[in-house]
């Protein structure tokens, strides 16, 4: 890793999360220029934390500018050469814009944007929205019940990601509103394909196991929860997820749990 760092102005970070500590760590030991941009693109929160990746490489490059890189990107499609969108997000517009000119292409269009937090979060929950959507599509519920999961799920994911501090405006752009449309809408999504798969029964662990890929938002659901207990923020989407993952209820108890819940008025943070 020392040899591979060494002389690097931009370095970008594609660990999962559960990874992202120890790499952040020896980073840190091997040490960097000092004006090395340091890019996460890792879309998760740590469970010993519950920090974003991007918060653990701040603390242990307190002194490097962190930009977080985010959107609607499959990666198999952008494999492909298929065009894309995404944003890089950084308290330092200028290391954002040095990111943006950097990877921006003729087929790869980059955004910045001045809210890391709310970028990364965007990312990050609509994991466990995608989660549902698979399973929505495993019981074969139709588009009407998934277009209201989206919208619903996209309430959800404001209301949470601003509590923990991201800016309302942000989750309505590409790595909220567009990621969480790429992620459920397309077999290519590793999470979307764990829900898929637990609707038409298998296990989680053969689910993961034949996917053969990270799927992030297992992991944060179980954090998600965590949050949600302790700061008591409502996310009735997320925890029907969480419960499903630990066998707490099946795929359709789950659907009955949403739809049953009381009737209220559709008003933001509602």
Do not use: W
């Given at each position: 890793m020392e040899a591979a760092l060494k002389g690097c102005p931009v370095i970008i970070s594609a660990v999962s999360i559960k990874g992202v500590p120890d790499v952040a760590r020896r980073v840190r030991a091997i040490g960097l220029?000092?004006?090395?941009?340091?890019?996460?693109?890792?879309?998760?929160l740590d469970a010993a934390t519950t920090c974003l990746a991007s918060q653990v490489w701040q603390e242990n490059l307190p002194d490097h500018p962190i930009v977080v890189l985010s959107g609607p990107n499959l990666a198999k499609e952008i494999?492909?050469?298929?065009?894309?969108?995404?944003?890089?997000?950084?308290?330092?517009?200028?290391?954002?814009?040095?990111?943006?000119?950097?990877?921006?292409?003729?087929?790869?269009?980059?955004?910045?944007?001045?809210?890391?937090?709310?970028?990364?979060?965007?990312?990050?929950?609509?994991?466990?929205?995608?989660?549902?959507?698979?399973?929505?599509?495993?019981?074969e519920l139709g588009t009407n019940a998934k277009s209201a999961l989206i919208t619903r799920a996209l309430s959800e994911m404001t209301r949470v990601g601003t509590v923990l501090g991201g800016k309302t405006e942000t989750f309505f752009g590409l790595s909220g509103l567009g990621d969480l449309l790429a992620t459920c809408n397309s077999p290519?999504?590793?999470?979307?394909?764990?829900?898929?798969?637990?609707?038409?029964?298998?296990?989680?662990?053969?689910?993961?196991?034949?996917?053969?890929?990270?799927?992030?938002?297992?992991?944060?659901?179980?954090?998600?929860?965590?949050?949600?207990?302790?700061?008591?923020?409502?996310?009735?989407?997320?925890?029907?997820?969480?419960?499903?993952?630990?066998?707490?209820v099946t795929p359709t108890q789950a659907v009955g749990a949403l739809l049953e819940r009381e009737l209220k008025p559709e008003t933001p943070g509602a």
């Open positions: 220029a000092p004006d090395t941009i340091l890019v996460s693109a890792t879309k998760g494999n492909a050469g298929l065009p894309a969108a995404t944003v890089v997000a950084s308290h330092q517009p200028e290391a954002a814009q040095t990111v943006q000119r950097i990877l921006a292409s003729e087929r790869f269009r980059v955004y910045t944007h001045i809210d890391p937090l709310g970028t990364e979060l965007g990312g990050t929950l609509k994991n466990v929205v995608a989660i549902a959507a698979g399973v929505c599509d495993g019981l290519l999504s590793r999470n979307y394909q764990v829900g898929f798969r637990l609707a038409q029964g298998q296990s989680l662990e053969t689910a993961l196991a034949e996917i053969g890929e990270t799927a992030e938002g297992v992991n944060t659901a179980n954090v998600l929860f965590e949050i949600a207990q302790k700061q008591d923020i409502s996310m009735p989407i997320a925890h029907q997820v969480y419960l499903l993952l630990h066998q707490k």
